[in-house]
């Protein structure tokens, strides 16, 4: 067990500077020779692995022609208890690699296994297992709490702890804001850092935190038996409401009291790779937004209703901010945007249009307010509004419109009949995508955080799921997580201190900072782009190597959907 006080952690941080100077030399050598980040042939899957009764899909990379089988071998023994026959040779031009499939998906025995392919290396150990996937989503978990500003943190994996100071205490200043009160300061401490980076942004703070709750909608039933290592753990919330109730209290205080919302809270400039208690430099809350303000408000409508029977009082409070920046948004439905001008920080901005629909589905499911319906039929036709295959922050309409799809007010029967078509058309897109890449993704391009977009399609099939029945939008969705946990062209997971080879070089300041070797688990990093093949496992990648919670929380609702209590 590593536990280590401030005196040692700024000893070895010279250490570490030295250490990343190093691993920079080598991920240049790196770039010039071998590529460090994946080795081109080899068995590529779910490294943490695969339930008993879904699908089960390998991608291979490199077979011979004349090698038509794989092989299931039990571990620890390596006796072969299954084999089966390679698919056909197939290209997948998004990493211009042959590719050739192993299904063994009619293997259903629970253990410890790894997959044989003569002439290659055998494949990394996974299980199959009911509830194997609750250990991802409790280190998911795990990795919000390492999140978490202006309070202390301690968090263990692996032996390894992990901590970090009350931080960002003097958060945040008001002279972007008000420049009338410019040296003064609003509370605006708490909440989650977005991301790699120490920065508080409204929008991403509040979609991240409207999927969170979007899960608890849909299987709060099992996550209220989650039981996570934090501070709040022995009191009346259900840990998972309360690790998400963190950073709904600091959105909380993004609001002022005319209603508007502050876009975002942080420094001018991003800090270095530093240790967030080392991060004095004054931090801002910006100007108001229309977007940061509707985001808040749907989120607050979600988050009054999810919280209201474990504590009314904050459930009213929610509903209070909500109405109060609907007020403000109805008064101003132009799109204001933020002056960002003096920051360098994250821009999140689009169009509020989106979140405004967002807030307004939200409003109108938490009240049953018939202006909140009749300003979206004023807004545009909801025909112009259907599910996004793919969608990020600056989205949230798909939050809002799987609240009406599934709402239990009185709504407009040919209206939930499109919706209903159209999200069963987005999922068999995904599917469809699924099908024809080599490693079953189900997005077709490659941007910055791609990687949280493929774990948040889950949302889209497993609600198809939900309407449909249809077992095959499951399968979908645990081939994303196989992605995700090694079925990729690098046969890495992508997901800190968990599976196979995780990335070791996050672009996040805490696992820079700390002196500790492995980065703080439980993080998704962005992926790959432009194209599959471009991911690097080094810390200066923030384009393909940060984590965020948006790609975190999307991770958390496919792991929430698998999530087993029986067999925890
Ligand atoms: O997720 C964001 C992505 O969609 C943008 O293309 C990118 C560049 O603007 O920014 C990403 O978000 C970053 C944010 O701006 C600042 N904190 C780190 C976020 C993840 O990289
Ligand atoms: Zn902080």
Not at 340 to 347: D, E, L
Not at 412 to 422: G, K
Request: proline residues 5%; charged residues 25%.
């Amino acid at each position: 067990m590593i536990a280590r006080n401030e005196h040692r952690r700024r000893g070895i941080k010279l250490i570490v500077v030295s250490l990343m100077a190093a691993s920079a030399a080598l991920a240049i050598v790196a770039r010039c020779g071998a590529d460090e980040t994946r080795t081109p042939t080899g068995i590529r899957l779910n490294t943490v692995g695969y339930l008993p009764d879904l699908t089960k899909r390998a991608t291979v990379v490199g077979a011979e022609t004349n090698v038509s089988e794989f092989a299931v071998i039990s571990l620890p023994n390596e006796a072969v208890v299954h084999s089966g026959p390679l698919s056909a040779i197939r290209r997948h031009a998004d990493s211009g690699e042959n590719v050739r499939t192993a299904d063994f998906s009619a293997f259903k025995t629970p253990g410890r296994y790894l997959l044989r392919v003569k002439g290659l290396p055998d494949s990394p150990p996974f299980r199959i297992g009911a509830g194997v996937y609750n250990a991802s989503l409790r280190l998911n978990m795990l990795g919000f709490l390492g999140q978490r500003c202006g309070a202390p943190v301690r968090l263990e994996h692996n032996g390894v702890v992990y901590e970090k100071g009350a931080c960002h205490l003097k958060d945040g200043f008001l002279d972007y804001y008000d420049p009338a009160r410019a040296g003064q300061i609003k509370d605006g401490t708490g909440g989650w850092h977005d991301a790699g980076d120490y920065g508080k942004y409204t929008v991403n703070g509040a979609f991240a935190t409207g999927i969170l709750l979007a899960a608890w909608e849909q299987y709060g039933d099992k996550l209220a038996k989650l039981e996570l290592p934090i501070p709040e753990a022995d009191g009346p919330l259900p840990d998972f409401l309360a690790e998400v109730k963190f950073n709904l209290d600091w959105l909380l205080k993004m609001q002022f009291p005319d209603g508007r919302v502050s876009h975002k809270l942080t420094r001018t400039r991003f800090s270095p790779m530093i240790m967030p208690t080392d991060d004095q430099e004054r931090r801002y809350f910006v100007s108001w937004g229309a977007d940061a303000t509707a985001c808040l408000a749907a989120v607050t409508a979600k988050a009054a209703r999810v919280y209201r029977p474990f504590d009314p009082q904050y459930a009213d409070r929610c509903l209070e901010a909500s109405t109060k920046a609907m007020d403000a948004l109805r008064n101003q439905w132009m799109d204001v945007q933020p002056d960002q001008s003096a920051f360098r920080t994250g821009g999140y901005l689009k169009s509020a249009r989106s979140d405004r629909l967002w807030a307004l589905l939200e409003y109108w499911e938490t009240t049953g307010d018939e202006r909140s319906m009749r300003l979206i039929g004023q807004l545009a036709n909801l025909d112009n509004y259907l599910f996004d295959v793919d969608w990020d922050w600056g989205e949230g309409k798909n939050l809002g419109l799987y609240v009406y799809l599934f709402s239990k007010r009185e709504r407009n029967p040919a209206l939930v009949e499109q919706l209903q078509q159209d999200l069963l058309g987005a999922a068999d897109r995904i599917a469809r995508n699924h099908d024809r890449h080599g490693y079953g993704r189900g997005l077709r391009s490659y941007y910055w955080g791609c990687n949280g977009s493929v774990a948040r399609l889950s949302l889209t099939l497993l609600l198809a799921h939900h309407i449909s029945g249809d077992r095959r939008y499951l399968d979908v969705v645990v081939d994303q997580l196989a992605y995700l946990y090694g079925r990729n062209p690098y046969g890495r997971s992508f997901v800190t201190g968990e599976g196979h080879n995780p990335p070791l070089f996050p672009h996040h300041r805490p696992s820079a900072a700390d002196g500790i070797e492995a980065p703080w688990p439980g993080h998704l990093v962005g992926g790959g782009h432009p194209t599959e093949l471009d991911w690097k496992d080094v810390l200066e990648s923030a384009a393909t190597n940060e984590n965020a919670i948006n790609w975190d929380a999307s991770l958390a609702y496919a792991l929430a959907a698998f999530y087993d209590p029986d067999a925890d």
